[in-house]
């Protein structure tokens, strides 16, 4: 098993950026597929970016491709998720998940609790 905490969240101006990192404890981060999601007020959880056990197997939405960037650190038991070119439209609660069963984009087993982002025009 696995807890997650996402930090990094906050108030940025539309083009600016952050930096999201997801914390895990447990003996077996490594082992785990890791993802980040979103669910922007009224809308349901929606699939960012998830990265393989190696960081080796990334991938992204279309929504956020070429903007975001996902990496992971397997000796800090780390995820991020670097932001740039922020839009209004990305304002979000992000979560950071994790996913025993191998590769996927959907069906992540832990979730953290949320960081609140906001982008203003």
């Known amino acids: 098993q696995v807890q997650l905490v996402e930090s990094g969240g906050g108030l940025v101006q539309a083009g600016g950026s952050l930096r999201l990192s997801c914390a895990a404890s447990g003996r077996t981060f490594s082992s785990y597929v890791m993802g980040w999601f979103r669910q922007a007020p009224g809308k349901e959880r929606e699939f960012v970016a998830t990265?393989?056990?190696?960081?080796?197997?990334?991938y992204y939405s279309d929504s956020v491709k070429g903007r975001f960037t996902i990496s992971r650190d397997n000796a800090k038991k780390t995820v991020d998720l670097q932001m740039n070119s922020l839009k209004p439209e990305d304002t979000a609660v992000y979560y950071c998940a994790a996913r025993q069963g191998g590769w996927g984009t959907r069906d992540y087993d832990y979730w953290g609790q949320g960081t609140q982002v906001t982008v203003s025009s």
């Open positions: 990265i393989n056990w190696s960081g080796g197997h990334i």
